[in-house]
């Protein structure tokens, strides 16, 4: 049987078309010999997400997001899903959308739930947005942002004080301060060589005069220890012993016990004392005044009457 130029013709545009969807199809990531479900999931904005993002399922990819639309309005945007229909999760699953890298895109998973209950065609499911690096990395960055501001601010404040303070009146005072900070500096140098020098011509003696200080040293610990080596206990014994003898004295004084109490104490003898030491003294007196009462004497032999 031979075929005609037309069929053979036919024959091969059909299957260049079929070619042609299957490669089409095989780019999306779909093949037209399998079966797929829908799903949808709304988000604020799918932006790292395009047509044709894998979606994995613990790793796995099970399809691809055949679409990107509007959802109410401007609002929200819906992502549908194109999942192989061989692949079944519980419908509380939710879609995660992650990552991203330096080209902007993101990938897209299924995290599976716990209910008994499968998802089927055409559920929406609920979106899990995780932070991506870039998300990651400017929360990190905003804060030292911030740091790295208010440290900018701070320096320019000290360096607009410094340049206030540093007026030409200030530097010049400065420069003078320097100067003699310098002046200063030599003289110290100059008198650090002195006793340098000092030290070096005196050095037999200061080692002499060590040497004695360790003799007085050891000396004083000699006496230290002599000293220790003292009853101290006998010597306050027997001087408690004198001061208790003393207080007895004392007592007995006080009690006008003894020739001393009996002075000390008898107010009678304190008066006959006190009255004979007045005769004493008039007699003195008179004496003085009337010698010729007392002495008698003549030098031929009579006396006066």
Same mark, same amino acid.
């Given at each position: /049987?031979?075929?005609?130029?037309?069929?053979?013709?036919?024959?091969?545009?059909?299957?260049?078309?079929?070619?042609?969807? +299957?490669?089409?199809?095989?780019?999306?990531?779909?093949?037209?010999?399998?079966?797929?479900?829908?799903?949808?999931?709304?988000?604020?904005?799918?932006?790292?997400?395009?047509?044709?993002?894998? $979606?994995?399922?613990?790793?796995?990819?099970?399809?691809?997001?055949?679409?990107?639309?509007?959802?109410?309005?401007?609002?929200?945007?819906?992502? $549908?899903?194109?999942?192989?229909?061989?692949?079944?999760?519980?419908?509380?699953?939710?879609?995660? $959308?992650?990552?991203?890298?330096?080209?902007?895109?993101?990938?897209?998973?299924?995290?599976?739930?716990?209910?008994?209950?499968?998802?089927?065609?055409?559920?929406?499911?609920?979106?899990?947005? /995780?932070?991506? /690096?870039?998300?990651? $990395?400017?929360?990190?960055?905003?804060?030292?942002?911030?740091?790295?501001?208010?440290?900018?601010?701070?320096?320019?404040?000290?360096? +607009?004080?410094?340049?206030?303070? &540093?007026?030409?009146?200030?530097?010049?005072? &400065?420069?003078?301060?320097?100067?003699? &900070?310098?002046?200063?500096?030599?003289?110290?140098?100059?008198?650090?060589?002195?006793?340098?020098?000092?030290?070096?011509?005196?050095?037999?003696?200061?080692?002499?005069?060590?040497?004695?200080?360790?003799?007085?040293?050891?000396?004083?610990?000699?006496?230290?220890?002599?000293?220790?080596?003292?009853?101290?206990?006998?010597?306050?014994?027997?001087?408690?012993?004198?001061?208790?003898?003393?207080?007895?004295?004392?007592?007995?004084?006080?009690?006008?016990?003894?020739?001393?109490?009996?002075?000390?104490?008898?107010?009678?003898?304190?008066?006959?004392?006190?009255?004979?030491?007045?005769?004493?003294?008039?007699?003195?007196?008179?004496?003085?005044?009337?010698?010729?009462?007392?002495?008698?004497?003549?030098?031929?032999?009579?006396?006066?009457?």
């Amino acid at each position: /049987m031979k075929f005609k130029k037309e069929h053979k013709t036919a024959v091969i545009v059909l299957t260049a078309l079929l070619l042609f969807i +299957w490669g089409f199809n095989f780019l999306k990531g779909k093949d037209i010999f399998k079966t797929y479900d829908t799903y949808y999931t709304i988000l604020d904005n799918v932006e790292g997400v395009v047509q044709s993002t894998p $979606v994995t399922l613990k790793g796995i990819q099970i399809g691809t997001v055949e679409q990107l639309k509007f959802y109410n309005g401007l609002e929200k945007t819906m992502m $549908v899903l194109n999942i192989d229909s061989h692949y079944r999760f519980p419908q509380d699953s939710k879609v995660k $959308v992650y990552g991203g890298n330096i080209m902007g895109g993101k990938s897209v998973a299924i995290i599976p739930g716990k209910e008994k209950t499968l998802a089927k065609d055409g559920d929406t499911l609920t979106v899990m947005k /995780m932070p991506g /690096m870039f998300d990651l $990395v400017n929360d990190k960055i905003t804060p030292l942002q911030n740091k790295l501001e208010r440290i900018l601010t701070a320096t320019d404040t000290l360096l +607009w004080g410094i340049n206030n303070v &540093l007026n030409p009146k200030t530097q010049k005072a &400065l420069s003078s301060s320097m100067e003699d &900070l310098a002046v200063v500096m030599k003289q110290l140098k100059h008198t650090m060589t002195k006793l340098d020098n000092f030290m070096t011509q005196n050095q037999e003696h200061l080692n002499n005069s060590l040497a004695n200080l360790d003799k007085t040293t050891e000396n004083f610990a000699r006496l230290s220890d002599s000293l220790q080596q003292l009853d101290f206990q006998k010597t306050v014994q027997r001087l408690n012993q004198t001061v208790a003898n003393f207080n007895k004295i004392l007592e007995k004084l006080n009690n006008g016990q003894g020739t001393m109490g009996k002075l000390m104490n008898d107010k009678k003898l304190y008066d006959n004392l006190e009255r004979s030491s007045k005769e004493l003294e008039l007699l003195l007196k008179d004496f003085r005044e009337h010698p010729k009462r007392y002495v008698h004497f003549s030098v031929w032999g009579r006396k006066d009457k």
